[in-house]
Structure formats: C-alpha cells, structure tokens
C-alpha cells in the first residue's frame, strides 16, 4: 500500500553506520518532524527497497528494528503503519552543534568465593595490554610535560570532542564540548548534580525498586525523594501525573529507561514521549542515567530520551567503566543548561581541580585507533554468551521457583520468587556455603521486597552453575 509520502531518506555507503540503521533513523526523523504521521501507512518491503536501491533484507532489518522500538505497527494482511498511540509533537527547530575534531556494583566480601553481584563486568576481558601500551604513548611525546600542568575541571577537551561525537553519532543525540562534564564514574556525576541542582526542600521523582545510591545523593542537600512504581513497561506515568498534579516542588525526575536498574524492563516508547510531554508542560528536568548502553543483544539499544529534539530540560549521565573495567573510574555527564554546566565546573574546581587527564588521554587513543570499537564488539558477543548460559541454568534449576524475563542487553537478571521468601534465612545459608548476593532492600525502602537481580557478566561458567544449584535447592526447600 502506497500514501502520500515524499521519500527522502539518503544512504551514506561510506558511513560506519548500518544501512539498515540508516533507514530506521530517517523515517523515525520523518515521525518526529511530522512528515510522517500516526496511522500513515509505509510502502511495502519491496517497494521500499526498490526506492531505495538496497536489498529487500536491509528494509525488512530496518523496519523491525522500528516495530520493536514502537515507532511502526504491523497490522495482519494491511501492511506496516505509524503506531497510532504517538503524542502529536509538534516539529522542533533546532540549531544542530558543530561536531568538532558506578557506582551500581557492590562490592563482594573476600569469604564469598561465588558473589552474584548486581551486574559488574568481566574485567578478564578489559584491553589492559592496549590501554597500558596506550599510556606509555603518551608519555613518549614530544611536549609530554604539558600534560603535568593543571587542565580543564570539565575534563580533557580532546576526549570531550570524542565522547561528544560517540553521543551524536551512536544515540542520537546534539551535544558538543561545551556540554559535557567529564568525571570519576557516575555516581560522581549524580553527587554533582545533586549538589548543584537541586535545593533543600525541591522534590525528584525516582523508579523503585531504583538506584539508592543516587537517591542518598539527592536526599545529602535536603531534597525529597517520591518513589513510582514500574510494572512490564517501565515506570508507571499515571503515578508520575498524580505526583505532578499534588506536589508543586517536584523538580526532577531521575530515571533509568534504556533498561531500568535493577528490573532490566525497558520504558516504553510511549511512556518516553509522554514523560517528555511532561517534563515540558510542568518544566521538570529529566536526569537519565544510561549505565549500560553498550552491551546489548537484541536489534540496537533504543535511542535515549535525552536524544530527543522536543526535550528541553534533561542531564544524560554515562560510563567507561562498565565498557573497560570497574576500577577505570571515568564517566560522564551532558546536560541542556550551561547554567548547571557552569556551577558543576565550578565545584569540581574545589572537590578535585580536574579529573585523570592522562587517563582520559589514554582511553582517547583507544577510541581514535579503533581498539574501544573493537572491544565493545567482543565483550557484547562474550556477555550474550554468559547471558545464553545463565538462561539455560536458570531453567536447570530455578524454573519451577522463580520468574524472569530474558535481557535483551545488560550484566544481569532480575528475579521474582513465585511466593515470598525470607531473604535473611537464605541469605544466612548461602554465606555458609561461600555464596553471596544482593538483598532485595538493596533497591528499594520497602522491607517487604521480595525479587532479587543476579549479575553474572563477572562469573565463570562453573560458578554459575554452582550458585544457581544451591539457590534453586534453598528456594525449594
């Protein structure tokens, strides 16, 4: 079925994206600018491929990864459409920048010599050769003492450029140098945001089970955390509405939504675009903290919120660490106000002058000569193997007591016991035995928590299976 749309999407042959992606991207641009509306129907696989001049696979990829994503609907013996639930945004006119040349882990008690943690990587398979030989490097050019002198409290302005153009060409984002804050892993960043945004007695709107540590970081300058519920899709909007509608102070949101720490569940497309509606109408920030972008198994990780062009008021929190290795503390923070820019500079003036600017030169040249590509590439295809392995081992030996989903990205499963279960007794048992994992009341107030989220990206095949066998035995009993 053909409509009244006037094709004009551009394949770049030399891009380093795919076509297939190329093809998505554009017609989600289309959706956003109102060329393409909700209802409109596509042309047919073959058609479009004709039009395009690509193999009909390439348009079938293309138009998957949008189905999946909740921008097209495919309707039985009609063809494929533009979901009908989008809010109708209106085109926004923006002025595209120049593109110039975690804490989520807890630590393991040194008894335990299994710990299921809450979604560490591999650090066996960290470039350590590559990143060691990329430090001497460094040292070995000309004008080396330069390096020792003070530098940026934003971070290194090379590595900003590169971390910037990473942000505008893989998410989708319109970031530049002057936007982004480089810093000692994320939760420095979230300890900056907090102390620089929000005011004793302000309000932030937070996703439980969530991300306590960021919440002990708002609640240090007085601000109050309201806590919303998820269910399937994500963070529950309705509870955000009535939130909105009672409490005047809310200034902030902080969310996980690429895959929501600790449930792994995805936001919605449609809950993304209403949260933005939100966040726009009642002039809420949106603080998005996209821990674990890279490792993900499915088409391709959804694009951020903060990529969106309708957003006016976000901060985007980001991480190395997770990518290299734990104790590589490198992360970053991009945000809409220059205003809140400037006063994070201004306080890490005072906490720490300036970040590891050696280290983020040395990162940088792992970028520049292709080894973070590659890596990425391969800890990807190594942790969709660990996570095939924990799926088949949890079906071994926890299917009959337990509920879980299988991750489409990520470190780690959530888990749900079909009936409640005294976590302080199993707890006690599995410390016996030299296991450890996370409590419920890691991520939550609530005492009464009942699920558990079981990281495996750093555990050998044999401890796996030896954990999950006792934990299976103990839930069964």
């Known amino acids: 079925m053909l409509r009244p749309w006037d094709l004009k999407i551009e394949i770049d042959k030399q891009s380093d994206q795919a076509v297939y992606l190329q093809i998505a991207d554009a017609i989600i641009s289309d959706i956003h600018s109102g060329r393409l509306k909700a209802g409109d129907a596509l042309p047919g696989s073959r058609n479009l491929a004709q039009l395009l001049q690509v193999n009909r696979n390439t348009v079938v990829q293309a138009l998957d990864v949008l189905i999946n994503e909740g921008w097209l609907i495919s309707k039985s013996r009609k063809g494929i459409f533009v979901s ?30 299994i ?16 990143l060691s030989r990329a430090y001497r490097q460094i040292f070995n050019r000309k004008a080396k003492w330069r390096m020792m002198e003070y530098g940026s409290a934003f971070g290194d302005l090379e590595f900003r450029i590169a971390i910037a153009q990473m942000l505008n060409h893989q998410r989708g984002m319109r970031v530049n140098e002057n936007s982004i804050c480089i810093t000692r892993g994320s939760q420095m960043a979230m300890y900056l945001i907090a102390q620089c945004f929000f005011e004793k007695d302000d309000c932030v709107i937070v996703e439980n089970p969530g991300y306590k540590s960021a919440w002990r970081a708002f609640e240090m300058v007085g601000a109050k955390v309201l806590p919303v519920k998820l269910d399937k899709d994500g963070l529950i909007v309705d509870d955000v509405i009535a939130l909105l509608a009672s409490n005047p102070r809310i200034k902030a949101i902080y969310i996980t939504p690429h895959r929501q720490y600790p449930t792994t569940v995805t936001l919605s497309l449609q809950r ?30 959804l694009l951020p919120m903060s990529s969106f062009l309708e957003l006016k008021n976000y901060i985007y929190v980001g991480t190395m660490s997770k990518v290299v290795a734990p104790a590589l503390r490198i992360g970053y923070l991009a945000t809409s106000s220059d205003v809140l820019l400037k006063k994070i500079g201004d306080l890490r003036k005072i906490i720490d002058v300036q970040g590891d600017t050696i280290m983020e030169k040395a990162v940088l040249e792992l970028i520049i000569d292709g080894t973070m590509k590659r890596h990425i590439r391969k800890a990807t295809h190594h942790y969709k193997l660990k996570r095939d392995l924990m799926a088949d081992l949890l079906a071994k030996y926890l299917h009959h007591v337990v509920n879980y989903d299988l991750p489409e990205g990520g470190l780690a499963f959530w888990i749900e016991p079909k009936k409640t279960v005294n976590w302080n007794k199993i707890i006690t048992k599995l410390h016996e035995k030299g296991i450890d994992i996370v409590p419920p009341t890691h991520y939550t107030d609530d005492e009464s928590a009942n699920s558990i989220r079981l990281g495996y990206g750093s555990l050998s095949e044999d401890e796996m299976e030896e954990g999950l066998k006792i934990l299976g035995n103990l839930l069964s009993n």
């Open 84 to 113: 009908d639930t989008l809010p109708g945004f209106s085109a926004a006119k923006q002025n595209k920048p120049s593109l110039v040349k975690e804490n989520k882990k807890t630590q393991p008690a040194p008894a335990f010599h």
């Open 115 to 130: 710990f299921f943690d809450d979604g560490r990587p591999d650090s066996k398979i960290a470039p350590m050769a590559e």
């Open 272 to 301: 993304r675009l209403r949260l933005i509606e939100l966040s726009n109408q009642y002039g809420f920030t949106i603080i998005e903290d996209d821990y674990d972008n890279e490792f993900h198994f499915g088409y391709r990780p």
